[in-house]
């Protein structure tokens, strides 16, 4: 074989090498694409299923907190903690609890109170004077079971002109939710007002002693609504965070049935916050405990 000849055949297979060679390397580097974003995916699935643990852990950690609240109301009155809102801060495994009982004799009974105090509530959550009036003769009307409608109220026919396929109950509310259905109320509004409010009280008046700062400044010049505990109808509100700051929180209404044997209370609501219901800055105290 010529010499030109073995120049030729060496250059040759240098260059299928060479194509090789960049053949292989294409391969790494698509593998490595491959590699990264298979990492990533199950970076990102541990990541959701560590999320979920910890929620699943924070909500069975708070429906415990609900049953210890529960537990504390079925004690003697001058065994219990205080039923104004007070926070109890206790810990629970590696999580912490938060705990505050409501008297719902302490709020304003949607169903009871009258147009002047709900109107005040409103202005103290920022509604204007004028509005305040106009939402609470709204209410009335609502809760009422006449089609007259109140000097700033609504009944059905108002309902109809604003595009609202539905009217006025005329009857009592059953549930703070059906608040958002008055014809005006805003979701910043309710939101503000909700805490103060309850539709189990059945009473016009409110025990003050009991009351929320919101509440008793709502109160505050109407002496003749002061009321006193009914010790019946109660609400749980109960927080839990897990270490890695997930938390869940429940709101839950009972009413208790002194005598019953078998479970001597009622569940009338519960639900899933959908907003935070612990204000720490208003916390009136706290219990540290350790729950194991």
Do not use: C
């Not at 503000?192 to 309850?198: E, H, I, Q, R």
């Not at 749980?236 to 869940?248: C, F, I």
């Amino acid at each position: 074989m010529s010499i030109r000849k073995r120049k030729r055949k060496s250059a040759k297979l240098a260059e299928r090498r060479g194509i090789a060679l960049i053949s292989v390397l294409w391969v790494l580097v698509l593998l490595s694409t491959l590699a990264f974003g298979l990492a990533a995916d199950v970076r990102t699935e541990l990541s959701l299923a560590g999320n979920s643990m910890s929620m699943a852990r924070a909500r069975y950690a708070a429906e415990g907190g609900v049953q210890l609240g529960v537990q504390n109301l079925l004690l003697p009155r001058a065994e219990r903690w205080p039923v104004d809102g007070s926070i109890r801060e206790l810990g629970f495994e590696d999580m912490r609890l938060q705990i505050a009982s409501f008297d719902e004799s302490g709020k304003i009974d949607l169903n009871h109170a009258d147009p002047e105090l709900l109107a005040r509530l409103l202005m103290l959550a920022g509604v204007d004077q004028q509005r305040s009036f106009t939402l609470a003769d709204a209410v009335l009307d609502w809760r009422d079971a006449d089609d007259l409608r109140r000097l700033a109220g609504a009944e059905a026919d108002d309902y109809l002109a604003a595009g609202l396929g539905y009217g006025p109950r005329n009857g009592p509310f059953e549930s703070l939710e059906e608040l958002r259905l008055v014809i005006g109320m805003e979701t910043s509004t309710y939101e503000s007002v909700k805490p103060a409010l309850t539709v189990y009280s059945g009473s016009s008046g409110v025990n003050v002693e009991l009351a929320t700062r919101q509440v008793a400044e709502a109160v505050a010049g109407f002496e003749q609504l002061r009321a006193s505990s009914s010790d019946a109808v109660f609400t749980l509100h109960v927080g839990a965070t897990t270490p890695d700051g997930v938390r869940a929180e429940l709101a839950v209404t009972l009413r208790l049935v002194p005598g019953r044997a078998t479970r001597p209370y009622d569940v009338l609501a519960w639900e899933r916050a959908r907003r935070p219901l612990f204000d720490t800055g208003r916390t009136a105290a706290n219990l540290q405990g350790v729950m194991r």
